[in-house]
């Protein structure tokens, strides 16, 4: 069975500030794919990036940067210059390659309040 | 291009009664899929098809939820005599055959 855990149920901070969003990771199989997308209010979920297991460069993105870690299982997202348009619940997910193991786990997500 | 559009953007319904959520995928998807977000918490899987075959179904909660895609584009996901549990937030997203899944914007159910 496939599990993700977002520890952080709801961080506050001030714009301008630097914030690391937490997931660890349980599963069983070799190949698999990392994710993370951000749900703002109006309630669609965004995709943010998609990583694979082979494949353990850090990845940055503008003022994103994602830490893939394998040997503690964790996939790490950190906003650096807070904005107050990153107020959001931001969720990490797993899934396998392909097929039905392709359906994603969601960890029970992160929510980011960036105030002024 | 067009996203993946979910119609109705809200239902009300009263608990009893039969309601039907549709999905419009982006075009060219082969992967469809249906997740179930409550209050609060992580989406979670339903069921899965690939062009028109359901090939997943192992999280659709109870018998009283039915989903198809016959022509392998649109999905429609219907729940039957509807309970309060079933108020939730109703996310389609499909994908390339090995793809992203890209979400549509949600139907939110509440039932009274």
């Known amino acids: 069975a496939q599990k993700v855990t977002q520890a952080q149920t709801e961080i506050s901070v001030v714009e301008k500030e630097d914030v690391t969003l937490d997931c660890v990771y349980e599963?069983?199989?070799?190949?698999?794919?990392l994710f993370w997308y951000k749900q703002p209010p109006s309630g669609e979920l965004v995709f943010l990036i998609r990583r694979n297991s082979f494949d353990e460069q850090n990845e940055i993105s503008g003022r994103y940067s994602w830490n893939f870690q394998k040997s503690t299982s964790s996939f790490n997202f950190t906003i650096t210059a807070s904005q107050v348009v990153d107020s959001a619940v931001y969720f990490c997910a797993l899934s396998g390659f392909t097929g039905t193991a392709s359906k994603l786990t969601f960890g029970t997500g992160t929510r980011l309040q960036v105030t002024l | 291009g067009a996203g993946v559009s979910q119609s109705p953007r809200y239902k009300v319904a009263k608990r009893g009664q039969d309601v039907a959520l549709r999905c419009d995928p982006i075009s060219g998807h082969v992967s469809l899929f249906w997740y179930q977000q409550a209050l609060g918490q992580g989406p979670e899987f339903l069921t899965y098809f690939q062009n028109e075959a359901q090939l997943d179904k192992s999280g659709l909660p109870s018998d009283r939820f039915f989903a198809e895609r016959p022509e392998g584009s649109v999905s429609t996901l219907k729940i039957q005599r509807t309970q309060q549990e079933d108020s939730a937030v109703y996310l389609c997203a499909s994908s390339l055959s090995m793809g992203t899944q890209y979400f549509g914007p949600g139907t939110r159910l509440l039932v009274l």
């Open positions: 599963t069983r199989d070799t190949t698999y794919y």
